[in-house]
């Protein structure tokens, strides 16, 4: 299908936009822009210079992504901002382009972006991520695959969120957030597994059983990581849920957080 650009938009001549992409009133797409075919950018919404956006995405009323960093080290270098398949990014959210020569702010596919949000330079989002109004995830965070984070939360710079984690809202997150586990408060304090998760995820009977004794073993006992980690290996079912919340409890005891993993869960 032709696309639909809105007489009012502004499109520079070398933007390069895909086929059925819908253009609203008074939009503005930067020379250095990328869209994906089946993409609609509602009206006042602005796509900056070196962003690509996915397949299938929808950037709402007066959405900006792609402007330069909120970093006083930035000095005009050209950087990027990717963004996968199949994101909604709605009403005035805000994501940045990286911050260094060469660098992307990357975000994956099928997230769910709220209201006034907004993601920061250099951080890398997995996919099927919630983010709630008035929550801002700062620079170089990393946010697993399925982390749901409630509204008017702070994510501190450099914070890693897990795989499936629920913040609850109005936390304030300065430490990295374990995998499958609730976390909420001013700092945020662990309130066991998010369990209503993994029955969506469909994760099974027994491997929610042993996150549980996991978890137990990780944050409600003696045991320092270490010693947590090899009794889960020779005492817990062995899962690859079970293995991606010890591993990322190791890496943070190892003095370098979840930052070891990608956004998908794998160790880079």
């Known amino acids: 299908m032709a696309n639909r650009i ?5 499109v520079a001549a070398g933007a390069e936009l895909g086929e059925n992409v819908t253009v609203g009133p008074y939009a ?3 020379e250095h822009v990328r869209i994906g075919d089946d993409c ?5 919404a602005r796509v900056c210079n070196y962003t690509e956006i996915g397949r299938g995405c929808h950037v709402y009323h007066g959405a900006v992504l792609g402007e330069v960093p909120q970093d006083a080290k930035f000095k005009g270098e050209v950087s990027y901002l990717k963004l996968g398949e199949h994101n909604q990014i709605r009403e005035y959210m805000s994501i940045h382009r990286a911050s260094g020569e060469g660098e ?5 596919s099928h997230n ?3 209201a006034y949000t907004h993601v920061g330079h250099n951080a890398r989002l997995g996919d099927h991520i919630m983010l709630a109004s008035y929550s801002g995830v700062s620079g170089h965070c990393v946010v697993e695959d ?3 984070i409630a509204g008017l939360t702070g994510i501190h710079q450099y914070t890693v969120i897990g795989t499936l984690a629920m ?10 957030i374990p995998p499958y586990c609730v976390a909420q408060g001013n700092p945020t304090d662990l309130h066991g597994l998010n369990y209503r998760g993994l029955i969506r995820r469909e994760i099974s009977d027994s491997t929610r059983s042993a996150l549980k004794k996991a978890y137990r073993l990780l944050f409600r006992s003696d045991d320092t990581t270490a010693e947590a980690a090899e009794k889960i290996r020779s005492e817990v079912e062995t899962t690859p849920e079970v293995e ?3 591993n990322f409890q190791l890496a943070v005891a190892d003095g370098y957080g979840g930052r070891q993993l990608d956004p998908h869960g794998r160790r880079k």
Not at 6 to 10: G, R
Not at 104 to 108: C, E, S, Y
Request: glycine content about 8%.
């Open 40 to 44: 609609a950018i509602d009206s006042l």
């Open 112 to 114: 769910y972006f709220m």
């Open 104 to 108: 992307t702010t990357i975000v994956g």
């Open 146 to 148: 399925y982390a749901n």
């Open 167 to 176: 913040i609850g809202g109005m936390s304030r997150v300065v430490t990295d």
């Open 6 to 10: 809105h007489p009012t938009a502004i």
């Open 244 to 246: 991606h919340l010890v």
């Open 28 to 30: 503005i797409i930067d």
